[in-house]
T-cell receptor, first 113, second 114 residues
């Protein structure tokens, strides 16, 4: 069975500071991993995805994530936070015969001016 | 290219009333998903369609929920009768081809059951 754990339901950083959102997964098969962002009252938008190519994945809006198999992690980072990054971020894993996405509970990113 | 369209965006009903949500996926996307998202949680899959066939509905509470995707394009999700615990955001997503392809989400329908 697959599962996703996102550490920290809320993360607060100052504008211009490093953003680090943590995601750990468990999967019995090689996983595909995704980060989605959800702005208030909007649907989910793909930030980036890992599908077994390069382990460092670059996404939109300056975000990137690194797949670390030994740590079963797929943490999301951005060097310098912007006020517009305030949103909720979801990590998801898929794999197995039907490639159903299994979602983490989400991390709300708060940007302090 | 138009994204996934959902309507209505918001719905407030009293318990025991019926409610329906509509989704039009991105043109050419064969796979359609309905998710339920409770406050502070990630989406939970309710049902997945491949064209007009429901291939995964194991999480759909079939005593009160039903869905259809006639002609393999747009889809309707219905709840009858609604319960207080059904208050949530109902998200529709679509996907084009292979399993690693991105799921594209609509804005969701926020349901409040009073």
């Amino acid at each position: 069975a697959q599962s996703v754990t996102q550490l920290g339901s809320h993360v607060s950083v100052s504008e211009g500071a490093l953003v680090l959102l943590r995601c750990n997964y468990s999967s019995s098969v090689p996983p595909y991993l995704f980060w989605y962002v959800q702005y208030p009252n909007q649907g989910l938008q793909l930030l980036l995805k890992y599908t077994s190519a390069a382990t460092l994945v670059k996404g939109i809006n300056g975000f990137e994530a690194e797949f670390k198999k030994s740590e079963t992690s797929f943490h999301l980072t951005k060097p310098s936070a912007h006020m517009s990054d305030a949103a909720e971020y979801f990590c998801a894993v898929s794999g197995g015969s039907n490639y159903q996405l299994i979602w983490g509970a989400g991390t709300k990113l708060i940007i302090k001016p | 290219e138009a994204g996934v369209v959902q309507s209505p965006r918001y719905k407030i009903i009293e318990k025991k009333q019926p409610v329906a949500f509509w989704c039009n996926p991105i043109s050419g996307h064969n796979t359609l998903y309905w998710y339920r998202q409770n406050l502070g949680q990630g989406p939970e899959l309710l049902i997945r369609y491949e064209n007009e066939e429901a291939v995964d509905d194991s999480q759909l509470p079939k005593d009160r929920f039903s869905a259809e995707r006639l002609k393999g394009v747009d889809s309707t999700l219905k709840i009858q009768p609604a319960e207080l615990g059904d208050s949530a955001v109902y998200l529709c997503a679509s996907r084009a081809g292979t399993s690693t392809d991105t799921q594209y989400f609509g804005p969701g329908t926020r349901l409040t059951v009073l």
